[in-house]
């Protein structure tokens, strides 16, 4: 993991970023490897919870929720809840969550998507239950690297005995750029979640962008992992 391993990105220092508009890493659609993989994550269910660790404002969540799914993701900034739905034309609701102090929900008038605002880490089942999906992008990748262990276990936590987990993760020269996004190999994913999920590599494509140029890579692949439960 070279330089990236003791990289440290607070919390303010996003909230920040959302401040300043420095979101490049939203994108305005639909991403690629969720619409390609879609049927593996919901695998012909109807009305699947779904949850968006480290949600930001993605367009994902109102597509799936488009489909009759219900989506419940945890972000910290206010400023990029309040962004998503005012940009989708969603009416919402705020109410304080008696589980986790500080904490806000932000739920859909239409009850198909909430939003927590808080810490991923003060997050739990006991706040939101179980999910029989999880689509995470731009968020294994964003956390510290120091994290992924806690990251992963919280993550297993969440998931049903039937969820499907579709992780995108980016791989790149971690010499060549400090992250975040941070550079997560398979190896990393075994790490963290092998104990207790199968690991199944679905989809790996070059993902080089002019703004990956601009930060110093030469390459960059981008890969879809789907992670299952082994009492699956
Ligand atoms: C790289 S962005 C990805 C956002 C989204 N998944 C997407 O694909 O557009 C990471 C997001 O996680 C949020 N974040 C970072 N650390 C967090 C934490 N510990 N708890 C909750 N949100 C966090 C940041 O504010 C930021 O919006």
Redesign the pocket.
Known sequence: MSGQANRL?D?SE??N??QEGR?G???SDV?NLLKDNVDKLICGRKDVRLF???????V?MKWLADMGHTVVG????EK?IKEFFQEQNLAYNEEAVADIPGAKLFKSTDGKISIYQ????KFSSAVAGHFGGIWD???L???NPRDRQKYASLLVSLMSSDCRYLLDTLEYNPELYEG??FFVSEVDIKTVFGGSCNIDLLQSVGGLEEKHRSWGLDSLTEKLYLLTTKTQ
């Open positions: 990105m919390l996003w909230e970023r959302w979101t890493f939203h994108r991403h968006f660790p480290l949600c930001g404002k993605a994902d945890v972000e910290i900034s990029g808080c810490d991923l880490y992008r731009g968020a990748v964003a956390i975040p996004p």
